[in-house]
């Protein structure tokens, strides 16, 4: 599958099949994580790898998660990020980020779903799972493979032009 086909296929699955994902699927998708760019190099992610049903439902508490058969929480280490000079802002959260989107589009390529969630309260991730303070967790992408009937939610087809977005050489916002 090339990249636009990629970009096209890909959309938010909230109705997972009750079929786990292959560890060659998983390694594949985590690989494309670890090739993410991140600022200066320093790949400050840490993934912590959900397939087992007791760390799904611990999960699954703060998050949902809609049943998912694999959760990929995808934090930043603080003690590893880079730091912007001019200001302290911590690139972290910017480079986890990077490294779900990297992931995300490696399961669309394999024939996965996946769910970006955000929605989740990270004090409780951080006491569930005995986070350390300087590991902050940032995104949850839960991946699997899509349940018969599942379909895109309508607001996805709505995109607004290029003209709302981006300005060449001096903005209008």
Not at 57 to 71: C, F
Not at 88 to 101: L, N, R
């Amino acid at each position: 599958m090339d990249l636009q086909a990629v970009f096209d296929a890909r959309y938010s699955v909230r109705q997972f099949a009750d079929k786990a994902v292959e560890p060659e699927k998983v390694q594949s998708i985590l690989e494309a994580g670890r090739l993410a760019p991140t600022a200066r190099n320093y790949q400050p992610q840490k993934i912590l790898v959900l397939q087992q049903p007791e760390g799904l439902e611990t999960l699954g508490k703060t998050a949902r998660l809609y049943n998912a058969p694999l959760a990929l929480l995808v934090c930043a280490d603080t003690s590893q990020s880079w730091k912007r000079p001019f200001d302290g802002m911590d690139s972290g959260q910017i480079d986890a980020t990077i490294v779900t989107t990297y992931m995300m589009l490696e399961a669309t390529r394999l024939g996965l779903g996946s769910v970006w969630i955000c929605r989740f309260d990270p004090a409780v991730v951080k006491e569930d799972f005995n986070l350390p303070d300087h590991i902050v967790p940032v995104n949850i992408l839960a991946v699997g493979y899509k349940a018969d009937g599942a379909e895109p939610a309508e607001f996805h087809f709505s995109r607004k032009p290029l003209s709302e977005t981006v300005a060449y050489e001096k903005h209008n916002w």
